[in-house]
């Protein structure tokens, strides 16, 4: 059991039957009354996001979230297919579950598979990939005095900003989580 005065980010709890993450949380010292605990709550089934108040004596037990580490073989439809390397025990999961999470990962790389109970909800890419612009326009010497940028497709298709002295073929690495650019390979 974790208590509202114990909260930190990123922590996984079961509050009124709702597996939900702690996105922020900030401890409240009013002037007058009982202190607080304010928080900004994730469901990770659903992905709703909702705020809350908490008294910093309530008590929640920390739900257990499995991640096991998958090798992503391939798509076909709207199916996704990932392998477990100890077992090689193959799972299929369907388009909503998996989210935009795939959009700079690549055939045969490892990505971490989230579940509650046994139910997957989730699936988290590794947070840099090196990928391989395959589509964007030359950019030209000159064309401005600060640093500008330009769209780029990559390998898996997905579009990124990359500045101008980029290239089609040029390797970049990418942050999974904000789909920034990096820097080149």
Not at 110 to 137: H, Q, R, W
Request: hydrophobic share 35%; with cysteine; charged share 25%.
């Amino acid at each position: 059991m974790i208590s509202a005065g114990d909260f930190r980010n990123g922590i996984t709890l079961e509050i009124d039957g709702q597996v939900v993450q702690i996105l922020e949380f900030q401890h409240v010292k009013p002037g007058k009354g009982a202190a607080f605990v304010r928080t900004k709550l994730k469901n990770v089934i659903n992905g709703g996001v909702v705020e809350r108040t908490f008294r910093p004596t309530e008590k929640f037990p920390q739900a257990r979230i499995d991640r096991v580490d998958m090798q992503y073989l391939y798509s076909d439809g709207d199916l996704y297919y990932f392998m477990n390397v100890d077992n090689y025990e193959q799972i299929a999961l369907n388009e909503e579950t998996i989210g935009d999470a795939l959009k700079f990962v690549k055939e045969n790389e490892m990505v971490k598979v989230c579940s509650y109970n046994g139910n997957v909800f989730a699936i988290e890419p590794p947070l840099f990939v090196e990928l391989e612009i395959t589509d964007t326009e030359p950019g030209f010497k000159g064309d401005t005095a600060q640093g500008a940028s330009k769209p780029a497709t990559v390998e898996t298709g997905a579009m990124v900003s990359v500045p101008l002295f980029v290239n089609q073929g040029d390797k970049i690495k990418i942050d999974t989580r904000t789909g920034e650019y990096l820097s080149r390979v």
